[in-house]
Protein backbone atom coordinates (compact mmCIF):
# COMPACT_ATOMS: atom_id res chain seq x y z
CA UNK A 1 0.00 0.00 0.00
CA UNK A 2 0.80 3.58 -1.02
CA UNK A 3 2.23 5.40 2.29
CA UNK A 4 4.40 8.80 3.12
CA UNK A 5 6.44 8.60 6.07
CA UNK A 6 7.78 11.64 7.84
CA UNK A 7 10.60 11.05 10.13
CA UNK A 8 10.59 13.67 12.53
CA UNK A 9 7.22 14.74 14.27
CA UNK A 10 8.74 17.51 15.79
CA UNK A 11 11.85 19.85 14.60
CA UNK A 12 12.87 22.46 17.42
CA UNK A 13 15.54 25.30 15.58
CA UNK A 14 17.12 28.40 16.33
CA UNK A 15 15.49 31.66 14.29
CA UNK A 16 18.01 32.03 10.75
CA UNK A 17 19.12 28.50 11.13
CA UNK A 18 18.65 26.63 8.21
CA UNK A 19 15.71 23.45 8.60
CA UNK A 20 15.28 19.91 6.63
CA UNK A 21 11.97 18.07 7.05
CA UNK A 22 12.04 14.56 5.85
CA UNK A 23 9.31 13.04 3.71
CA UNK A 24 10.27 9.68 2.13
CA UNK A 25 6.95 7.73 -0.06
CA UNK A 26 6.68 3.77 -1.04
CA UNK A 27 6.24 3.88 -4.41
CA UNK A 28 8.02 2.36 -7.27
CA UNK A 29 5.33 3.77 -9.98
CA UNK A 30 4.88 7.51 -11.30
CA UNK A 31 4.34 9.37 -8.25
CA UNK A 32 3.13 13.95 -7.75
CA UNK A 33 4.73 15.30 -4.20
CA UNK A 34 2.82 17.86 -2.31
CA UNK A 35 4.56 19.65 1.03
CA UNK A 36 1.77 21.65 2.34
CA UNK A 37 2.02 24.14 5.77
CA UNK A 38 -0.33 24.38 8.37
CA UNK A 39 -0.68 27.56 10.77
CA UNK A 40 -2.21 27.16 14.30
CA UNK A 41 -5.67 27.18 14.00
CA UNK A 42 -5.97 27.56 9.94
CA UNK A 43 -6.51 25.11 6.74
CA UNK A 44 -3.57 23.97 4.67
CA UNK A 45 -1.95 26.05 2.35
CA UNK A 46 0.41 24.08 -0.87
CA UNK A 47 4.06 25.32 -0.03
CA UNK A 48 5.60 23.58 -3.02
CA UNK A 49 4.66 20.15 -5.64
CA UNK A 50 6.34 18.28 -8.06
CA UNK A 51 4.73 16.93 -10.79
CA UNK A 52 7.99 15.93 -13.68
CA UNK A 53 10.89 17.88 -14.57
CA UNK A 54 13.26 19.54 -12.78
CA UNK A 55 13.74 17.54 -9.19
CA UNK A 56 14.22 20.61 -7.73
CA UNK A 57 11.46 22.31 -6.73
CA UNK A 58 11.00 25.77 -5.33
CA UNK A 59 7.98 26.95 -3.43
CA UNK A 60 6.46 29.76 -1.39
CA UNK A 61 8.51 31.68 1.70
CA UNK A 62 11.79 30.85 0.63
CA UNK A 63 10.86 26.54 1.06
CA UNK A 64 12.35 24.66 -1.64
CA UNK A 65 11.87 20.60 -1.88
CA UNK A 66 14.27 17.92 -3.82
CA UNK A 67 12.70 14.87 -5.63
CA UNK A 68 14.88 12.08 -5.24
CA UNK A 69 13.41 8.52 -6.91
CA UNK A 70 16.56 6.52 -5.86
CA UNK A 71 16.28 7.15 -1.96
CA UNK A 72 11.94 7.78 -3.05
CA UNK A 73 12.70 11.06 -0.49
CA UNK A 74 10.92 14.68 -1.11
CA UNK A 75 12.89 16.91 1.70
CA UNK A 76 11.89 20.02 2.55
CA UNK A 77 14.23 22.70 2.93
CA UNK A 78 15.21 26.38 4.06
CA UNK A 79 18.40 28.23 4.40
CA UNK A 80 16.89 30.40 6.86
CA UNK A 81 13.68 30.34 9.40
CA UNK A 82 12.01 32.47 10.87
CA UNK A 83 9.58 33.05 13.83
CA UNK A 84 6.61 32.93 11.32
CA UNK A 85 7.97 29.95 10.04
CA UNK A 86 6.42 27.93 13.31
CA UNK A 87 3.63 25.60 11.81
CA UNK A 88 2.93 21.85 11.09
CA UNK A 89 4.27 20.63 7.97
CA UNK A 90 2.53 17.97 5.79
CA UNK A 91 4.02 16.02 2.85
CA UNK A 92 1.24 14.01 0.69
CA UNK A 93 1.65 12.17 -2.28
CA UNK A 94 -0.55 10.88 -5.11
CA UNK A 95 0.55 7.91 -6.18
CA UNK A 96 -0.33 7.30 -10.52
CA UNK A 97 -3.37 5.40 -10.81
CA UNK A 98 -5.05 6.27 -7.50
CA UNK A 99 -7.11 9.19 -7.29
CA UNK A 100 -6.76 10.73 -3.65
CA UNK A 101 -3.98 13.11 -1.71
CA UNK A 102 -2.59 10.56 0.81
CA UNK A 103 -0.58 12.86 3.94
CA UNK A 104 1.99 12.43 6.09
CA UNK A 105 2.28 12.01 9.63
CA UNK A 106 2.92 15.65 9.57
CA UNK A 107 6.11 17.52 11.04
CA UNK A 108 5.69 20.54 14.11
CA UNK A 109 8.50 22.90 12.88
CA UNK A 110 9.45 25.19 16.31
CA UNK A 111 11.42 28.35 15.96
CA UNK A 112 13.07 29.23 19.01
CA UNK A 113 14.63 32.92 19.25
CA UNK B 1 -13.30 37.24 -0.24
CA UNK B 2 -12.75 33.73 1.14
CA UNK B 3 -12.09 30.66 -1.03
CA UNK B 4 -13.19 27.88 0.43
CA UNK B 5 -15.67 28.35 3.58
CA UNK B 6 -16.77 26.22 6.16
CA UNK B 7 -19.58 26.67 8.66
CA UNK B 8 -20.05 26.60 11.60
CA UNK B 9 -15.86 26.81 12.60
CA UNK B 10 -16.75 25.31 16.16
CA UNK B 11 -19.25 22.56 17.21
CA UNK B 12 -20.25 21.21 20.28
CA UNK B 13 -22.66 18.33 21.02
CA UNK B 14 -23.76 15.52 22.66
CA UNK B 15 -23.35 11.96 22.00
CA UNK B 16 -26.17 10.93 19.68
CA UNK B 17 -27.25 13.70 17.90
CA UNK B 18 -27.05 14.27 14.27
CA UNK B 19 -25.26 17.45 12.79
CA UNK B 20 -23.93 18.93 9.36
CA UNK B 21 -21.09 20.90 8.32
CA UNK B 22 -21.62 23.19 5.30
CA UNK B 23 -18.29 23.69 2.74
CA UNK B 24 -18.52 26.15 -0.07
CA UNK B 25 -16.31 26.88 -2.37
CA UNK B 26 -15.82 30.38 -4.65
CA UNK B 27 -13.01 29.14 -7.15
CA UNK B 28 -14.68 27.85 -9.68
CA UNK B 29 -13.62 24.58 -9.01
CA UNK B 30 -15.12 21.26 -10.01
CA UNK B 31 -13.58 18.68 -7.21
CA UNK B 32 -14.34 18.47 -3.52
CA UNK B 33 -13.21 16.78 -0.53
CA UNK B 34 -13.65 16.43 3.14
CA UNK B 35 -10.69 15.69 4.94
CA UNK B 36 -10.45 14.16 9.00
CA UNK B 37 -7.97 15.22 10.97
CA UNK B 38 -7.78 13.62 14.77
CA UNK B 39 -5.95 14.63 17.58
CA UNK B 40 -2.39 13.49 16.43
CA UNK B 41 -2.65 16.13 13.64
CA UNK B 42 -3.01 12.49 11.08
CA UNK B 43 -4.84 13.93 7.94
CA UNK B 44 -7.53 11.56 6.11
CA UNK B 45 -9.84 12.08 3.06
CA UNK B 46 -12.82 11.14 3.47
CA UNK B 47 -14.96 11.51 0.30
CA UNK B 48 -14.48 13.20 -2.88
CA UNK B 49 -16.97 14.99 -5.35
CA UNK B 50 -16.51 15.67 -9.20
CA UNK B 51 -19.27 17.44 -11.15
CA UNK B 52 -21.29 16.93 -8.01
CA UNK B 53 -20.76 12.77 -8.64
CA UNK B 54 -19.11 10.62 -6.15
CA UNK B 55 -15.55 9.42 -6.74
CA UNK B 56 -13.86 8.91 -3.47
CA UNK B 57 -15.59 7.46 -0.86
CA UNK B 58 -12.96 6.07 2.22
CA UNK B 59 -13.73 3.45 4.68
CA UNK B 60 -16.35 5.85 6.55
CA UNK B 61 -18.87 4.74 9.08
CA UNK B 62 -22.38 5.23 6.67
CA UNK B 63 -23.36 7.52 9.09
CA UNK B 64 -21.58 10.13 7.54
CA UNK B 65 -23.17 10.90 4.26
CA UNK B 66 -22.02 14.14 1.88
CA UNK B 67 -24.33 15.70 -0.43
CA UNK B 68 -23.23 17.88 -3.19
CA UNK B 69 -26.43 20.31 -4.52
CA UNK B 70 -24.01 21.60 -6.74
CA UNK B 71 -20.66 22.51 -7.66
CA UNK B 72 -19.50 24.80 -5.21
CA UNK B 73 -20.89 22.91 -1.94
CA UNK B 74 -20.42 19.89 -0.38
CA UNK B 75 -21.96 19.53 2.76
CA UNK B 76 -21.43 16.61 5.43
CA UNK B 77 -24.39 15.68 7.47
CA UNK B 78 -22.97 13.43 10.62
CA UNK B 79 -25.90 10.78 12.29
CA UNK B 80 -25.97 9.75 15.53
CA UNK B 81 -22.25 11.41 16.86
CA UNK B 82 -19.87 9.24 18.36
CA UNK B 83 -17.20 10.44 20.87
CA UNK B 84 -14.65 9.16 18.10
CA UNK B 85 -16.10 11.84 15.43
CA UNK B 86 -14.25 14.51 17.51
CA UNK B 87 -12.01 15.95 15.41
CA UNK B 88 -11.14 18.45 13.03
CA UNK B 89 -13.18 18.64 9.60
CA UNK B 90 -11.72 20.15 6.46
CA UNK B 91 -13.13 20.34 3.06
CA UNK B 92 -10.99 21.22 0.58
CA UNK B 93 -11.47 21.62 -3.41
CA UNK B 94 -9.27 21.88 -6.73
CA UNK B 95 -9.91 22.11 -10.35
CA UNK B 96 -9.82 18.52 -11.37
CA UNK B 97 -7.85 16.05 -9.06
CA UNK B 98 -5.05 14.34 -9.11
CA UNK B 99 -1.89 16.66 -9.32
CA UNK B 100 -4.11 20.04 -9.36
CA UNK B 101 -3.39 21.73 -6.52
CA UNK B 102 -6.34 21.40 -3.20
CA UNK B 103 -7.61 24.61 -1.33
CA UNK B 104 -8.53 24.58 2.04
CA UNK B 105 -10.88 25.73 4.59
CA UNK B 106 -10.14 26.62 7.81
CA UNK B 107 -11.41 23.44 9.17
CA UNK B 108 -14.63 22.72 11.53
CA UNK B 109 -13.80 21.70 15.00
CA UNK B 110 -15.95 19.19 16.51
CA UNK B 111 -15.94 17.90 19.97
CA UNK B 112 -18.72 15.08 20.54
CA UNK B 113 -19.73 14.93 24.25
Known sequence: AQSVTQLDSQVPVFEEAPVELRCNYSSSVSVYLFWYVQYPNQGLQLLLKYLSGSTLVKGINGFEAEFNKSQTSFHLRKPSVHISDTAEYFCAAIIQGAQKLVFGQGTRLTINP | ?113
Open chain 2, 1 to 113: DTAVSQTPKYLVTQMGNDKSIKCEQNLGHDTMYWYKQDSKKFLKIMFSYNNKELIINETVPNRFSPKSPDKAHLNLHINSLELGDSAVYFCASSQGILQETQYFGPGTRLLVL
